[in-house]
C-alpha cells in the first residue's frame, strides 16, 4: 500500500504543478460556460439600423394596420425611456401594390432589392387571409428575407397581423370590440411547484415558483463540472501511461512494484487531480453564488452524492483509459481505442436534453440506471426539481460500484499483460482475451 501511495503521490504532483492545470482549472469553466458568458457580456449589442419591410398586401386589409403599429411600435418602444437612447431598429413599412398579371417577377424584383440591401426583407399576404378556405396559397402569409429563421421582424409580424384580423372579423360578425375589452388580452400560464405541508407547524405552504435557474441551470452545472472532472483527472491517465511506457519509465517501476499497483498508483493520482479541481470548482461556485444573493440554488443535498459518483466514475474511466495507455504503443494506435472508452463519456451528454424535460420516463429512468452512464444521468435527474423515486440513487450506485469493481480487476489483468510488450499494435479481441485470462 505504502508503495501505491507514492505512486499516487507522485503522480498527483506531476500534474498539478504544471501551469496547465493552473490555466486549465480557469479556462475550462470559461469553455463551457462560454455561450452564456457571451449571451451576457453582448446582450445589449444590438444592431439599431432601422429596417425597410416592403408589404405585398394581396387582400387590402392588413398593410395599412402594419404601417399604424410600426408607427406606435418607433414611438413607444424603441428608445430607453430614461436616457432615450435608441436600443432597437425602427421597422419602416413600405406598401408595394400587387402585381396581378406576373407575381412571380414582382417577388423576383422584391428579391433583388433585398440582395442589394435596400430591403431588409419583404411581406407577401395571401389574397384570402381573412377568411382561408380550401386554397392554402390565397390565405398563406410569406415573410421573405435572408435569414428568415431567426429575423425579429418576422416575430413581431405575427402579433399586429393577427390582433387586426381578429378585429375584422369581430366586426364582420356584428361584435363590438369595446364590449369585449380583454378578447385581445394575453394571459400567460405561470408555472408553480406543488403545494406541501410544514413539518414544523403543520400549516400548508404555498407552492413556490417555477424558475428555469433550477429546472435547467442546477442539472447542468452539476453534469458539465462532472464533465470536467472526468476529463481532468480520467482522460490524461491514457497518454501519461503510454509515455511512461514508451520511455521504458514503467519498466523500472515494475521491478519494485506489481502491475497492479502501478495501475492503481495512476488511478487514484487521477482521483486526486479531480478531487483538487472539484473542491476548488465547488468552494469558489459556493462563494460567488452566495454573494450574489443566489444562495439558495446551490443542491447542498446533492453534494456527497456528487462527489460520490465522480470518484466512482473517475476510477470506472480511470482505469479503462489506463489500460489503453499501457497496450498502444504510440499516438495513432491509441485514437484507434480512444472512441469505445469515450463512448460513456460522450453518450450522456448526447441525452441531457430528454432527460431533463422527463426525468421520471422510463427512458430515463433505465438509462440512469444503466453502470456507465449511472454517475452522469442519476446526478442529472437528481437534481431536477421532480424528484425521484429514494431507491434508484441507491441502486445506480451499487450497479456502478460493482463495475467498478470488475472493470478495475478486469483492466489489472490487461495491464499486467500490456505494460511489457512491445511492437505489437493492440486490438480489442487481445485485450478480452487477456482480461479473461489474465
Known amino acids: ?51 425597410r419591410l416592403a408589404v405585398v398586401d394581396r387582400s387590402g386589409v392588413v398593410a395599412q394596420a402594419l404601417v399604424q403599429a410600426a408607427e406606435t411600435r ?12 435608441k436600443t432597437q431598429p425602427a421597422y419602416l413599412i413600405e406598401i408595394a401594390a400587387p402585381d396581378k398579371e406576373n407575381p412571380e417577377r414582382q417577388r423576383l424584383e422584391l428579391s433583388d432589392r ?35 429563421a431567426m429575423d425579429d421582424l418576422r416575430r413581431w409580424l ?39 405541508v410544514d413539518e414544523e407547524t403543520g400549516k400548508i405552504k404555498e407552492a413556490q415558483r417555477s424558475e428555469e435557474g433550477a429546472a435547467v441551470g442546477v442539472p447542468m452545472v452539476m453534469v458539465m463540472l462532472m464533465f470536467m472532472m472526468v476529463m481532468m483527472g480520467a482522460v ?35 482521483i486526486g487531480v479531480s478531487l483538487t479541481g472539484a473542491a476548488v470548482y465547488v468552494i469558489g461556485g459556493i462563494v460567488a453564488v452566495t454573494r450574489m444573493g443566489l444562495g439558495g440554488y446551490v443542491p447542498y443535498h446533492l453534494l456527497l452524492w456528487f462527489f460520490t459518483y465522480m470518484l466512482l466514475n473517475v476510477t470506472l474511466l480511470g482505469s479503462m483509459f489506463a489500460v489503453v495507455g499501457s497496450a498502444c504503443n504510440d499516438a495513432k494506435e491509441a485514437q484507434s481505442l ?27 429512468t433505465s438509462l440512469s440506471l444503466f453502470p456507465f452512464f449511472t454517475p452522469t444521468l442519476m446526478l442529472l435527474r437528481q437534481s431536477t426539481p421532480a424528484g425521484i423515486p429514494a431507491w ?26 500490456a505494460i511489457l510488450m512491445q511492437g505489437k499494435p493492440p486490438r480489442l479481441g487481445d485485450l478480452c482475451r487477456w482480461a479473461i485470462r489474465g
Open 338 to 364: 480512444t472512441l469505445p472508452v469515450m463512448l460513456p463519456v460522450m453518450i450522456p451528454m448526447f441525452l441531457l436534453v430528454p432527460v431533463i424535460k422527463q426525468p421520471l420516463s422510463a427512458f430515463a
Open 236 to 270: 490524461p491517465l491514457l497518454h501519461s501511461v503510454m509515455e511512461e511506457r514508451n520511455q521504458r519509465i514503467a519498466e523500472v517501476m515494475l521491478g519494485s512494484v506489481a502491475p497492479f499497483e502501478f495501475m492503481m498508483g495512476k488511478v487514484l493520482g487521477g
Open 392 to 417: 434508484q440513487p441507491w441502486a445506480g450506485l451499487m450497479g456502478v460500484l460493482i463495475v467498478t469493481v470488475l472493470t478495475v480487476w478486469a483492466g489489472g489483468r490487461i495491464f499486467r499483460v
Open 158 to 196: 405575427s402579433g399586429p397581423i393577427n390582433n387586426h384580423l381578429r378585429r375584422l372579423r369581430l366586426s364582420e360578425a356584428g361584435v363590438d370590440e369595446s364590449t369585449v375589452k380583454d378578447l385581445f388580452r394575453w394571459q400567460p400560464v405561470e408555472g408553480l411547484g406543488l403545494v406541501s
Open 74 to 85: 418607433s414611438a413607444d418602444e424603441i428608445h430607453d425611456k430614461e436616457t432615450g437612447k
Open 1 to 51: 500500500m505504502r508503495k501505491v501511495l507514492r505512486i499516487t503521490w507522485r503522480e498527483y504532483l506531476a500534474a498539478v504543478r504544471t501551469k496547465g492545470f493552473i490555466i486549465g482549472l480557469v479556462v475550462a469553466p470559461i469553455l463551457m460556460c462560454g455561450g452564456l458568458i457571451a449571451m451576457k457580456v453582448f446582450e445589449g449589442q444590438v444592431d439599431t439600423t432601422d429596417q
Open 114 to 148: 433585398v440582395r442589394a440591401r435596400k430591403l431588409h426583407a419583404f411581406l407577401e399576404i395571401g389574397s384570402d387571409v381573412l377568411h382561408p378556405g380550401s386554397d392554402p396559397g390565397a390565405g398563406c402569409i410569406a415573410y421573405h428575407a435572408k435569414n428568415a
